[in-house]
Structure formats: C-alpha cells, structure tokens
C-alpha cells in the first residue's frame, strides 16, 4: 500500500481513474484514455498484478487505435510477462498481430484465450476462425464473397487478407519498372491483395467542384504522412515508389520481400518505433509519389463493392498495384473492397509477360487515348496503339472514323458498317479486329442501343454479345461490355446454345470481377450491372 501511496493512488484514485477512462472510452479519445491507463499503471505496478495487466491491455488497445503499434506490443508483452493467461492482454495481442497480418501468431494468442467460462472466450473463438480464414487467404489468394454480395452488401465489409501471387517487380523494356507474372494464369486468377496505406473519401453531388476534392485530396494526404510518421515500413514502402522525376535507370527495382507483411521484424516482440514527427519525413518525396501513383476508386480498370452508390469520390495508396504500367491492351483489373484492392488477370497471362491495366478509358479511339497518355506524361507504345496509329491498310478509314465519332453527327449505324465491310476485305486478323472494335466501342454501344438504327442497320452487323466478347479479348472486360454482353445474350443472337452463352457470359464476368464470388453471387453481380445500365438511361 505505501508503493502506491507514493504515486498517489489509493482506491479511491484507482476509482476515479477508471470514471475518467470510461468517459474517454466513449467519447473515443485515444490519447487522453492511453494517459489515464498510463496512471493506472504507475500506480499499480508494484501493488496490484491484476489491475496492472488489466491497464496494459487497455493501453495497448488505446495506443493500436493511434497506430503506435510499438507501443501497443510492448505494452501487450508486459501485462503477458505478469500474467501469461491475462485474457484481455491476449485478445489485445492477437488483434495487433492479426492487424499485422501475422495470423498464425495471432491465432496462437487467441487460442490461449479461449479456457472455458475465460473472459471473452466467444469472442477469441470468433477470431480464431478468422486467422485460420486470413491465413490461408494470405497463402492462396482465394477471395468468396458470396455470402456479402447475395445480401446486397449490407453489413461490415468482409476482412481481406494481403496477398502476393506468382508476380515480381523487373525493368521494363517500356516504363522503368513493372510488375510481370512468374508463372502463366489464367483469366479472373487474383494477382495481388493489398491494403491501402491510406483512403480519401467523400461525397461531391458536383464532379466539377475542385473545391470539394481539394477537401477529400488533403484529408487523403494527412493521412498518408500520419502513417508514414508511425510506421517506417510504411514510409520505406513509399519511398519505393517513383516521383516521376527520376531517369529510368535511377529507379531501383524492390526485394518482392518489402511488399509481405512477413517481412516485418518482429525479433524479441518489439517493432521499430515511427519517427513520431512530419519533419522526419522526407515529405516532399513523399508528395510527388502521391501525385504519381495514387490510385482512384472510379477508375476505368477499377470495380468498386459495396459502396451502394454513397461513396463517389475516392481516392487511394496501394503500394504493389501502383507499380502496374498501363497498357490500351491491359490484362488486369482491380476490384476495390473496403480499403483493399484485388489485382486480378482480365485475360490469361503467359510466364514473363508484364501486368497492366488502363490509367485511362481505353474504349476510344487512338488520337483520344494518346491525347490522354500525353497528360499523364507518357506515351503509349503498346502493340494495340503501334497497330491503329502505323497499320497501312486501315489507318486513313481508322482517322476517317475518329474525326465522325469527335465531331458527332455521324450515323453510328453507317460508320459500323463501313468498318467491319473495310476489316473483312482487308482480311484483317480477328485479334485486331478486337482492337478496332474496342477503339469504336462508343460507335457500337450508340447502334445497339438505337431501335431506329437497328432496323435500318441490324443484319448487316454482328450481334451485340459477338462484339462485346470481341472487345473483351481486347481490352479484358468490364461494366460497359459485360452489359452489353448480357443484353446480347439474353436477345440470343448469334451466341449459340445455352450452356455456350453461359459460359461466355460468365468467362468475361470472370474477366470483369475476377473470381470473386461464386456462381449465384455473380448472377447478382449482373443484376446490378443491368440495372445500373437501366438507371442511367432514365
């Protein structure tokens, strides 16, 4: 008793403190709930064991929240050291870890949790299952969110493990580095699971409000430095990626270790403690990174679940995909569920052939798409891009057609046909077909969804779902095709049987989504992609 009279902290103190914690655990201020757990500690250290862990936990769960997560271990370690069965120092310890990806250390920790009648055993129970889930997530890549999309999203987003399959960032013979497949997959496989450093957010009723961005955009920003003041793995991994001003061979190419949460020390249960100051940071590294690498939500390669239409302005730093270059010839998509992002193959990709996806809407013709790399400060040179700019066959129909589609006016019907009649006796290959088709897209979509023009145009082209399964060879899928391929197929023309438009349709949801759910749940996935398209034609 004389030890914690020394600090001041009688019963009645110890009472007080706690009154002090639950009114700041409610109001969930962090800092001020770490200082009073903080108190207690000093004050129970040489008195009271239980008192003493019950404090630690809470701290660390206090200083988790604030992302020192340093801190929160050692403070874990401590009450452990104490009281190695403490429950509440070892669900703390576990949701560290798991939040570290270390799921199998965090299994542990539950696991010893779980004695019957312990404290917060069905909740250790409930956690241990999910690590035995995020384990084997992290080691496959196997992604079911069925269950989510069949209740129409409602409920917590579903955890995601990060994950990185057969990839490796190389020299690129195009763009300084990039990321190239190891082994060949196949279309819809997952390339990579990865969590955002950090997510702006928000909801703009005007997309040409800058003011309102700008918002978003510096909310986004301070949360980006805040995690890199925290965590210097965080900040190393930015300082991965390009500014855009460096020279090619100035950029070194990473250890594909960096990017594994595994890779993280966790030697004697201590993590390297953040610099705690902006000024530590290089911030203006960081800041052009920023401007070259983010990743947006709404994006043409991108799909975005579970927003339900609230969310229309988001912007992101997902370390591996921003090392993807873009291609008008892409092969992967991203689909974005809370603050992760799933890489998937749009197409089937062979061993050493380098991943891409569109910065850009590709469904437009070759002047429009240069005009677009040239502001993002490249220039295309993918085989689709060589071929519609250099091809001497159908180059002067090819700028004959873009000038119509740009100036509008033009019978869509007309142009379609005169560009399928001037493919066909040029007996150009049916890959570029594809090409010219995706280039043309909007010409396509204009016809097919015009009563008039069908009647007048109809049996002199190719059915809807043909086209759009054309284009998706060319560009990997996507809403806009996937649409017109289920419209396409449900008219049944030219698709052929049943089970062959089935799996056409499904092969190029595959494409879209990536094997992310199963096949009840991807039918409601094409619901919602028909009703969208309904939605916007009101």
């Given at each position: 008793m004389a030890a914690a009279a020394m600090d001041g902290l009688d019963e009645e103190s110890l009472q007080e403190?706690?009154?002090?914690?639950?009114?700041?655990?409610?109001?969930?201020?962090?800092?001020?709930?770490?200082?009073?757990?903080?108190?207690?500690?000093?004050?129970?250290?040489?008195?009271?064991?239980r008192v003493l862990c019950s404090a630690l936990?809470?701290?660390?769960?206090?200083?988790?929240?604030?992302?020192?997560?340093?801190?929160?271990?050692?403070?874990?370690?401590?009450?452990?050291?104490?009281?190695?069965?403490?429950?509440?120092?070892l669900l703390a310890k576990g949701a560290l870890l798991r939040g570290l990806g270390r799921y199998a250390l965090a299994a542990d920790c539950f696991r010893a949790a779980l004695p019957p009648g312990a404290s917060g055993a069905d909740e250790a129970r409930e956690m241990l299952d999910q690590c035995r889930r995020l384990?084997?997530?992290?080691?496959?890549?196997?992604?079911?969110?069925?269950?989510?999309?069949?209740?129409?999203?409602?409920?917590?987003?579903?955890?995601?493990?990060?994950?990185?399959?057969?990839v490796e960032v190389r020299r690129s013979a195009h763009d300084g580095r990039g990321v190239f497949a190891v082994k060949g997959v196949e279309a819809g496989a997952t390339l990579m699971i990865s969590k955002a450093v950090a997510t702006g957010r928000g909801v703009i009723p005007d997309?040409?409000?800058?003011?309102?961005?700008?918002?978003?955009?510096?909310?986004?920003?301070?949360?980006?430095?805040?995690?890199?003041?925290?965590?210097?793995?965080?900040?190393?991994?930015?300082?991965?990626?390009?500014?855009?001003?460096?020279q090619e061979d100035e950029l070194a190419v990473p250890d594909m270790a960096v990017f594994k949460q595994e890779s993280e020390d966790l030697?004697?249960?201590?993590?390297?403690?953040?610099?705690?100051?902006?000024?530590?940071?290089?911030?203006?590294?960081?800041?052009?990174?920023?401007?070259?690498n983010c990743l947006t939500e709404d994006a043409p390669s991108a799909n975005l679940l579970g927003n339900n239409g609230i969310v229309n302005c988001g912007v992101g730093l997902w370390i591996l995909p921003s090392f993807l270059n873009h291609s008008c010839h892409p092969n992967a998509r991203r689909t974005h569920v809370g603050d992760h992002a799933i890489v998937h193959a749009s197409r089937d990709i062979k061993?050493?052939?380098?991943?891409?996806?569109?910065?850009?809407?590709?469904?437009?013709?070759?002047?429009?798409r240069r005009e677009a790399a040239r502001a993002w400060g490249f220039e295309c040179r993918c085989d689709r891009c060589r071929f519609e700019a250099e091809d001497a066959?159908?180059?002067?129909?090819?700028?004959?057609?873009?000038?119509?589609?740009?100036?509008?006016?033009?019978?869509?019907?007309?142009?379609?046909?005169?560009?399928?009649?001037?493919?066909?006796?040029?007996?150009?290959?049916e890959r570029r077909k594809a090409f010219v088709r995706a280039s043309f897209w909007s010409?396509?979509?204009?016809?097919?969804?015009?009563?008039?023009?069908?009647?007048?145009?109809?049996?002199?082209?190719?059915?809807?779902?043909?086209?759009?399964?054309?284009?998706?060879?060319?560009?990997?899928?996507?809403?806009?095709?996937?649409?017109?391929?289920?419209?396409?197929?449900?008219?049944?023309?030219?698709?052929?049987?049943r089970l062959e438009v089935e799996d056409k349709v499904v092969r190029i949801g595959r494409a879209t989504y990536g094997k992310v759910v199963k096949r009840q749940a991807m039918r409601a996935l094409f619901r919602l992609t028909l009703e969208s398209d309904n939605c916007k034609s009101l």
């Open positions: 403190l706690r009154s002090q914690a639950t009114r700041l655990l409610l109001k969930e201020d962090w800092e001020g709930y770490a200082a009073v757990c903080s108190r207690i500690v000093r004050g129970a250290a040489a008195t009271d064991r936990a809470h701290r660390a769960d206090a200083r988790a929240r604030l992302g020192d997560r340093p801190g929160a271990l050692a403070d874990c370690d401590a009450a452990l050291a104490a009281d190695p069965a403490h429950p509440a120092a384990e084997a997530q992290a080691r496959s890549g196997a992604v079911d969110l069925s269950d989510w999309v069949l209740a129409g999203f409602s409920g917590k987003c579903p955890d995601l493990a990060e994950f990185v399959g057969p997309a040409a409000d800058s003011d309102e961005k700008m918002v978003v955009w510096k909310d986004f920003v301070d949360k980006v430095l805040d995690a890199a003041e925290k965590c210097p793995r965080t900040a190393s991994l930015i300082y991965t990626l390009s500014t855009g001003e460096e030697s004697d249960g201590v993590l390297e403690a953040g610099t705690g100051t902006r000024e530590a940071l290089d911030v203006d590294r960081v800041m052009k990174a920023l401007d070259v061993a050493g052939e380098e991943v891409t996806f569109p910065y850009f809407d590709v469904l437009t013709p070759v002047g429009k066959v159908l180059r002067q129909e090819l700028v004959r057609s873009e000038n119509e589609l740009v100036n509008g006016g033009a019978d869509m019907g007309a142009l379609v046909v005169r560009l399928e009649d001037k493919m066909r006796k040029s007996m150009v290959k010409a396509y979509s204009s016809l097919f969804d015009n009563g008039r023009l069908m009647r007048k145009w109809g049996r002199k082209v190719l059915g809807e779902a043909v086209v759009a399964e054309s284009v998706a060879g060319a560009v990997g899928g996507g809403e806009s095709v996937l649409r017109a391929m289920l419209r396409g197929a449900n008219e049944g023309n030219g698709c052929g049987n």
